[in-house]
């Protein structure tokens, strides 16, 4: 096979799954980090054969991040976590795992190295999670200062973890809560802010950061084109789902009791560092450039999430389709 060689970690996620079919038909030679390979062998058909290979590597053990990277032209890190549990903290996946990349990048001399953080990436949160990728960022570019940086609001597209999870409860619960500050029957009390930004955008903005000229050592805030507080998104979602829940504001004192209990799921619901990210609007600064900069016009959710919501609505309404569409 010719073509540039990436080395992608977190390949077989959410994001990772769009950007490794994203960069196979732009003609990259594309390896997928993962712990786990058979798991991520679903990605190979994205590609020609031979284009996307699985590697076995880790982000907490530096020679399989060395070896991962070794020959790479590019190389990608969307490793995140979303909760600490047992091994798995926020310092060692988005510090000392993103620190290792970097450092072996510098190490190896790749030529381009992303590192993707999120929005709202700072050392004074009071979440541990907007701390930890803040940290992370500055330990990408202690090692190598040219990194590119992206920093997504909220990322929505078919697999997302954010609509679906809304839809999942429109479709199991009697109401859906938001949380908020103010009184939720005013209009300032929509609870906090997002600006989702869709997945097809930010791949492409890291497929050009690539190639590009001008993005070494930049950090771009990747937002969609409408601010909505979280009523307006169970809104969107009751909508969309057609389940017709009363969508409930609790204040926060509530969401902070809930946690406490919800966080011990398999899959945590709500974790109390969560509910301390959620009380901080999650909306581009204006600070920092964002897709503009790479001619993307950033896709409305309008468009997208109907698509994939559908799947969350009563039995009668999907029949129904199905029927309309004979
Ligand atoms: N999705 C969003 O709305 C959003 C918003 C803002 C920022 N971000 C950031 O964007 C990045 C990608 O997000 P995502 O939603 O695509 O995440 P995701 O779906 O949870 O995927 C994370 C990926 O990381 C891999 N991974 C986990 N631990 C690893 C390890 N030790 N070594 C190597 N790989 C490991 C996972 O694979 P295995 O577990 O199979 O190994 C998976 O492929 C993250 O940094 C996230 O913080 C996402």
Redesign the pocket.
Known sequence: MTGKLVTI?????????YLVRHLASRGWRVR?????VE??NFLKPAGNLGQIAMFP?????TA?VAAAVHGADAVI??????YERGK?RFQ???VD?AANIAKACAATGVKRLIH????GADPNSPSA?ARS?DAGEMAVRGAYPTATI???????GT????FNLFGWMAQIFPFIPFFTHANPHLPAGGGPKFQ??Y?GD?VEAIAQALTGEGHAGKIYELAGPRVYDMRAIMHIVNHETQRQRAVVGLPFPVAQVAAVFLQFLPKPLLTPDQVRLLKIDNVATGRRPGLAVFGITPTTLEVVVPTYLKRFRPLQQTKKLRLQAR
Do not use: Q
Request: aromatic share 12%.
């Open positions: 970690f977190g390949g077989s996620g959410f994001i990772g799954r997928v980090a993962v712990r786990d798991r991520a590597a880790s982000i907490t053990d399989s890190n969307l490793v995140g976590i979303l798995r060692t996946m988005h795992g993707m953080s999120a929005l999670y990728k992206f920093r997504p609001s909220v990322v929505f697999e997302d973890g954010f989702p930004v997945v930010v």
